[in-house]
């Protein structure tokens, strides 16, 4: 135990993680799935055994399999839907910016390229019968979109991970 | 004119403190007459002094702002800056993010940029392990040592080879891009202004349409951030378009924020071991000042505290003397 250990430990004990060369054991996570799976196979049997307990009380036999056709489909449906969500996660930047854009901290901004916006569309209407100095509406769109991205920044590193 | 009245007030400042009570009468009679200075006097001061001011004012005018010859749009937007936790003096990269971000990079931008300067073997330990890493080597091909026939033959990749280009060299990477050269993303954090703000930006910041009146050049895409606003790349990151091994949801900015990470890592992978080489220099240094502080207040103890004292010795008057001496 020497005196620099006594650096090493304090530096150590700020939490700098160590980089391990080796993958670190993934034991847990895999004996944990098969429990949780045949758990939901039950679940799911009861279900089945439920609905066969129904359908025999039923005095119309020929509705039955109809029910069962319309709840597999809706299952279907579901997982469809699910599969979709889990594709496409919706990125929430545009919708923060928009809010900031909206928000009374940029309004100035906003009413200003809106107003740019109009004007230049008129004028591109207008074709060659315009005469005048041709603008565009980059700078109003600099303004705005600083802003609005300034303000959405510390709105949006606390969504990511 | 002005400077003379100038001068003349802390003159007879001087004069009226360093002069007794003799001299009080001629200093009060300068005094009244400085009281009642002639109006054209006043009228001249002015104006010197307005026309020293307008001058300078004119010369800053014309010569002293920086001269800014770009429109807004030829500058491009400033990045936005982000509130980044790996840039913080006392945080490492999340290492997490920079597999994420390696993953980003394979799979969308390495198609066109090249990462020519790191090596599979710099990502051992640090986001892969070793295996992961040999398998990634092996699945390209590189030309070995001339063998006995002096013929180059392809032999599968080692971790000391480095990431292989998309291009064979920049005018294949300019011909299959309709003349604009993809960057080597090797050093790109380094080597454009705002750094990992910047990166950020460009590639979340494509807008849905160019504003109005906007010109955008044939095969170009508008975007604010790139100087010019007129980029050859166009948008790359969709929601989705990766799916992360971890299962983190690969929204666009979420994408983009992993693979600026990384970007970063590749263009400063000594970036942790600097900062704890930095705690611990300062843990040191800072130790060892104290120290010096310490011993040098000990060795000046003796010094600074010591008090010379002269008492003359009792003297007596000579004896041809005593008769004088009034004792």
């Given at each position: 135990m020497g005196f620099t250990d006594f650096f090493t430990d304090v530096v150590s004990s700020l939490g700098f993680s160590e980089a391990q060369a080796e993958a670190p054991a993934a034991d847990v996570e895999t004996s944990s799935t098969p429990q949780?799976?045949?758990?939901?196979?039950?679940?799911?049997?009861?279900?089945?055994?439920?609905?066969?307990?129904?359908?025999?009380?039923?005095?119309?036999?020929?509705?039955?399999?109809?029910?069962?056709?319309?709840?597999?489909e809706e299952e279907e449906e579901e997982e469809e839907e699910e599969e979709e969500e889990e594709d496409e996660p919706e990125d929430i930047k545009p919708k923060l910016e928009e809010d900031c854009a909206n928000s009374a901290k940029c309004a100035p901004y906003k009413h200003h390229y809106d107003e740019c916006v109009e004007r230049v569309t008129r004028?591109?209407?207008?074709?060659?019968?315009?005469?005048?100095?041709?603008?565009?509406?980059?700078?109003?769109?600099?303004?705005?979109?600083?802003?609005?991205t300034a303000c959405a920044a510390p709105k949006l590193w606390r969504e990511l991970k | 004119m002005l400077a003379r009245s100038l001068l003349r007030v802390p003159n007879r400042a001087i004069a009226?403190?360093?002069?007794?009570?003799?001299?009080?009468?001629?200093?009060?009679?300068?005094?009244?007459?400085?009281?009642?200075?002639?109006?054209?006097?006043?009228?001249?001061?002015?104006?010197?002094?307005?026309?020293?001011?307008?001058?300078?004012?004119?010369?800053?005018?014309?010569?002293?702002?920086?001269?800014?010859?770009?429109?807004?749009a030829e500058e491009g937007l400033h990045p936005t800056q982000y509130p980044w936790v790996h840039q913080r003096f006392n945080k490492t990269f999340d290492h997490a993010a920079l597999r994420r971000g390696f993953q980003v990079y394979r799979e969308v931008c390495a198609s066109c940029h090249s990462l020519t300067r790191v090596p599979w073997r710099s990502f051992v330990g640090v986001m892969h392990t070793v295996d992961e890493m040999k398998t990634m080597a092996e699945?390209?091909?590189?030309?070995?040592?001339?063998?006995?026939q002096g013929d180059i033959e392809q032999r599968p990749g080692k971790l000391s080879d480095y990431i292989p280009a998309p291009y064979k060299n920049d005018e294949a990477a300019r011909a299959a891009n309709a003349g604009a050269l993809p960057p080597d993303l090797s050093l790109i954090v380094k080597g454009r202004h705002g750094g990992c703000d910047y990166i950020f930006n460009l590639l979340t910041g494509y807008?849905?349409?160019?504003?109005?009146?906007?010109?955008?050049?044939?095969?170009?895409?508008?975007?604010?951030?790139?100087?010019?606003?007129?980029?050859?790349?166009?948008?790359?990151?969709?929601?989705?378009?990766?799916?992360?091994?971890?299962?983190?949801?690969?929204?666009?900015?979420?994408?983009?924020?992993?693979?600026?990470?990384?970007?970063?890592?590749?263009?400063?992978?000594?970036?942790?071991?600097?900062?704890?080489?930095?705690?611990?220099?300062?843990?040191?240094?800072?130790?060892?000042?104290?120290?010096?502080?310490?011993?040098?207040?000990?060795?000046?103890?003796?010094?600074?505290?010591?008090?010379?004292?002269?008492?003359?010795?009792?003297?007596?008057?000579?004896?041809?003397?005593?008769?004088?001496?009034?004792v």
């Amino acid at each position: 135990m020497g005196f620099t250990d006594f650096f090493t430990d304090v530096v150590s004990s700020l939490g700098f993680s160590e980089a391990q060369a080796e993958a670190p054991a993934a034991d847990v996570e895999t004996s944990s799935t098969p429990q949780d799976e045949p758990a939901e196979k039950t679940e799911e049997a009861t279900e089945e055994s439920e609905s066969a307990e129904e359908t025999p009380s039923e005095e119309s036999s020929e509705e039955a399999p109809e029910e069962e056709e319309a709840a597999a489909e809706e299952e279907e449906e579901e997982e469809e839907e699910e599969e979709e969500e889990e594709d496409e996660p919706e990125d929430i930047k545009p919708k923060l910016e928009e809010d900031c854009a909206n928000s009374a901290k940029c309004a100035p901004y906003k009413h200003h390229y809106d107003e740019c916006v109009e004007r230049v569309t008129r004028q591109e209407e207008e074709g060659d019968d315009f005469k005048g100095v041709k603008e565009d509406c980059v700078e109003e769109f600099f303004h705005l979109t600083h802003c609005a991205t300034a303000c959405a920044a510390p709105k949006l590193w606390r969504e990511l991970k | 004119m002005l400077a003379r009245s100038l001068l003349r007030v802390p003159n007879r400042a001087i004069a009226r403190q360093s002069l007794g009570k003799s001299t009080r009468a001629s200093s009060t009679a300068a005094g009244a007459e400085s009281a009642s200075s002639p109006f054209h006097l006043t009228l001249t001061a002015s104006l010197a002094t307005a026309a020293a001011a307008g001058s300078a004012a004119w010369y800053y005018h014309l010569y002293g702002q920086e001269a800014f010859a770009s429109t807004p749009a030829e500058e491009g937007l400033h990045p936005t800056q982000y509130p980044w936790v790996h840039q913080r003096f006392n945080k490492t990269f999340d290492h997490a993010a920079l597999r994420r971000g390696f993953q980003v990079y394979r799979e969308v931008c390495a198609s066109c940029h090249s990462l020519t300067r790191v090596p599979w073997r710099s990502f051992v330990g640090v986001m892969h392990t070793v295996d992961e890493m040999k398998t990634m080597a092996e699945e390209n091909e590189y030309d070995t040592e001339p063998n006995d026939q002096g013929d180059i033959e392809q032999r599968p990749g080692k971790l000391s080879d480095y990431i292989p280009a998309p291009y064979k060299n920049d005018e294949a990477a300019r011909a299959a891009n309709a003349g604009a050269l993809p960057p080597d993303l090797s050093l790109i954090v380094k080597g454009r202004h705002g750094g990992c703000d910047y990166i950020f930006n460009l590639l979340t910041g494509y807008p849905d349409e160019a504003p109005a009146g906007a010109a955008v050049a044939e095969g170009m895409n508008f975007n604010p951030y790139f100087p010019g606003t007129g980029i050859a790349m166009g948008r790359v990151l969709f929601d989705g378009v990766v799916e992360y091994e971890d299962g983190t949801p690969a929204t666009t900015s979420q994408m983009a924020k992993d693979v600026v990470e990384f970007l970063n890592w590749a263009a400063e992978p000594e970036m942790d071991d600097r900062k704890k080489m930095g705690v611990k220099a300062i843990a040191v240094l800072s130790g060892l000042f104290a120290i010096s502080v310490w011993v040098k207040r000990y060795k000046w103890a003796p010094i600074k505290s010591r008090k010379i004292v002269y008492s003359p010795p009792y003297w007596t008057p000579p004896l041809n003397m005593m008769a004088e001496w009034p004792v």
